[in-house]
């Protein structure tokens, strides 16, 4: 079974620019998750769906950051207008239905924002 | 804030040593513990999870939790310089319907050949 899938595997874009970042995840998951990644910071979860629904957004860092999942196979995230700050590697992960917690990432997508 | 603390290395061991890495974590409601390798440019990848008290040995890793302390570690025996990455725990935050995990900034490891 194909792993968490993310497109692009690169992005580079001005600052101002709109970016959206997709994932797509293993079949039969019904969770997924956003997270960022940085040296200074880690790993942060930016927010999280179960059944298509967002659960917490609590770690989206500001209203330039966008979430939608329309199905069960497919999510976005958007940042609109990016800034240099947002450079980093954004994952996206999937777990099964309740009882395992195990989380599977996907290979990410790597931002960079001049 | 609920936080899972790692020394962050790097830890160098000589190969076909015992690596131990380890977490501790601040909230004592956590239910479910993980362990992620994540090698240089890659995905995290999950190596092991431990829900209950004690060891939980598969091949060369050995997950230990011990909740009184708030503290989990992993050992990794025979240590290959293919398992040089960064670790990272993971803790289940507590909390009826909560499945988000919580990482720490991770260890990195090295094995001298």
């Known amino acids: 079974d194909a792993g968490v899938i993310q497109s692009p595997r690169h992005e580079v874009t001005e600052m101002g620019q709109e970016v959206t970042l997709r994932c797509k995840p293993i079949s039969g998951h019904d969770y997924l998750f956003w997270y960022r990644q940085t040296m200074m910071r880690g790993l942060e979860l930016l927010i999280y769906?179960?059944?298509?629904?967002?659960?917490?957004d609590s770690g989206m860092p500001e209203d330039r950051f966008s979430a939608k999942m329309p199905n069960a196979s497919f999510s976005t995230l958007k940042i609109q207008p990016s800034e240099p700050r947002d450079s980093a590697v954004y994952f996206c992960?999937?777990?099964?239905?309740?009882?395992?917690?195990?989380?599977?990432f996907g290979p990410g997508t790597r931002l960079t924002v001049t | 804030q609920k936080e899972v603390e790692q020394n962050s290395g790097p830890l160098s061991v000589p190969e076909g040593a015992i690596a131990s890495l380890n977490c501790t974590y601040s909230?004592?409601?956590?239910?479910?513990f993980f362990w992620y390798r994540q090698y240089s440019g890659k995905s995290p990848e999950l190596i092991m999870f431990i829900y209950s008290n004690g060891d939980k040995e598969d091949g060369r890793f050995t997950a230990q939790l011990n909740k009184a302390s708030q503290y989990v570690s992993l050992l990794i025996r025979d240590s290959q310089p293919s398992d040089s990455a960064t670790y990272l725990c993971?803790?289940?935050?507590?909390?009826?319907?909560?499945?988000?995990?919580?990482f720490g900034k991770g260890t990195k490891l090295s094995v001298i050949p």
């Open positions: 992960a999937s777990s099964p239905p309740p009882g395992r917690d195990e989380q599977y």
């Open positions: 769906f179960n059944n298509n629904v967002p659960i917490d």
């Open positions: 993971a803790v289940r935050v507590s909390g009826a319907g909560s499945y988000q995990l919580t």
């Open positions: 909230d004592r409601g956590s239910q479910s």
